[in-house]
């Protein structure tokens, strides 16, 4: 399978999990607790792969300082982003309790909402091309990593867009429309960076590494505790070591 088809192909897959939560979500109604803990493990899952795989993979390869500006340039995009659709009703859009606003109760925020999700799901897809341009093939762990992450995302979500009264159109429209982006975003970053300078790969693995830091701390750790019991951090902590297993395993 050609390079280029490989980034097409796996970002579409790891996208395509958000679409497996909200399939899951819509059919079946989950306990916040049960939610809760799936999105702990899914933010712990997320912070391994960062660790361990995609700033350390990008400091080896081009060194420290395009490292720390690119990292700290995704966090201040994402934050400034993340911040702008807030104020457009998108805040609370991987809640799954009923701080989603309607469409009648903030018109507009429906589309906010939607861009918010494209906005948590690129860098994500975007590094699995970036890791196809230094190693050939897809990052095992990364892969696992985001596709794992991804379902208590779209889970956690749909959960909150049924709260608010969104159909299902909406609801797949957006998963959908979201699962082949990933795999567009995959794409471009694979050929965009085809011979590019190990600096440059480092600097933007990096932005991507720092925006979902960013995501994490802005979306997914704030569902993760609503439902508050003592397991949460055990949690988080299986979801680290799961991910950190698979890295080495794959090593």
Request: glycine share 16%; aromatic share 2%.
């Given at each position: 399978m050609p390079v280029w088809v490989q980034a097409l192909f796996w970002g579409t897959v790891a996208g395509a999990a958000l679409v497996l939560g909200a399939a899951v979500s819509w059919k079946?109604?989950?306990?916040?607790?049960?939610v809760s803990s799936i999105m702990s493990f899914g933010a712990g899952?997320?912070?391994s792969a960062l660790a361990f795989d995609l700033v350390d993979e990008a400091e080896q390869g081009g060194g420290l300082w395009p490292t720390m500006a690119g990292f700290l340039a995704g966090a201040l995009a994402y934050v400034g982003a993340n911040a702008l659709?807030?104020?457009r009703g998108a805040k609370h859009r991987k809640r799954s309790g009923e701080k989603q606003p309607s469409e009648n109760g903030?018109?507009?925020?429906?589309?906010?909402?939607?861009?918010?999700?494209l906005l948590d799901g690129i860098p994500e897809s975007v590094v699995?091309?970036?890791?196809?341009v230094s190693g050939g093939t897809v990052s095992t762990a990364v892969l696992a990593a985001v596709f794992i992450s991804n379902v208590p995302e779209g889970l956690s979500s749909?959960?909150?867009?049924?709260?608010s009264g969104r159909g299902a159109g909406y609801v797949f429209g957006v998963w959908g429309g979201i699962a082949l982006v990933s795999g567009i975003a995959s794409l471009i970053g694979y050929l965009s960076m085809q011979n590019a300078p190990a600096e440059l790969v480092a600097f933007i693995t990096a932005i991507a590494a720092g925006a979902i830091l960013a995501m994490i701390a802005d979306t997914m750790i704030p569902e993760a505790f609503e439902e508050h019991h003592v397991l949460t951090g055990l949690i988080a902590a299986l979801g680290f070591l799961t991910a950190f297993a698979i890295s080495r395993a794959g090593a």
């Open positions: 079946w109604t989950m306990s916040p607790k049960v899952v997320l912070i659709l807030a104020r903030q018109p507009g925020s429906g589309t906010a909402i939607a861009i918010g999700a699995l091309g970036l890791g196809l749909t959960a909150g867009m049924k709260k």
